[in-house]
Nanobody, 116 residues
Framework: QVQLVESGGGLVQPGGSLRLSCAAS????????MGWYRQAPGKERELVAL????????DYADSVKGRFTISRDNAKNTVYLQMNSLNAEDTAVYYC?????????WGKGTLVTVSS
């Protein structure tokens, strides 16, 4: 059974930083493209960042480029999202995603709230 468990969310002040983690189990992690998505209240879920299975390539939403960094440790079956210079528009539930071909798995999400 595939499980993706996010952690690291919480309340942070504008301009602050957080590091999200997603621990994966039940799959061959190094075969999967990993991604972080987010859903703000009243909005659709959107892609934040992607990283290829070997970690050689990444992609980011324009709104987070230069502020967020996605990385992965295939030895630990974990993907990370380092978030810097956070602002109120980054407030959302952040979801971890694993996909390969027609298979697509989601975590339950972790809430990030940016507020003073």
């Amino acid at each position: 059974q595939v499980q993706l468990v996010e952690s690291g969310g919480g309340l942070v002040q504008p301009g602050g930083s957080l590091r999200l983690s997603c621990a994966a189990s039940g799959l061959t992690f190094s075969n999967y493209i990993m991604g972080w998505y987010r859903q703000a209240p009243g909005k659709e879920r959107e892609l934040v960042a992607l990283i290829t299975n070997a970690g050689s390539s990444t992609d980011y939403a324009d709104s987070v480029k230069g502020r967020f960094t996605i990385s992965r440790d295939n030895a630990k079956n974990t993907v990370y999202l380092q978030m810097n210079s956070l602002n109120a528009e980054d407030t959302a539930v952040y979801y971890c995603n694993a996909r390969i071909l027609h298979m697509n798995y989601w975590g339950k999400g972790t809430l990030v709230t940016v507020s003073s």
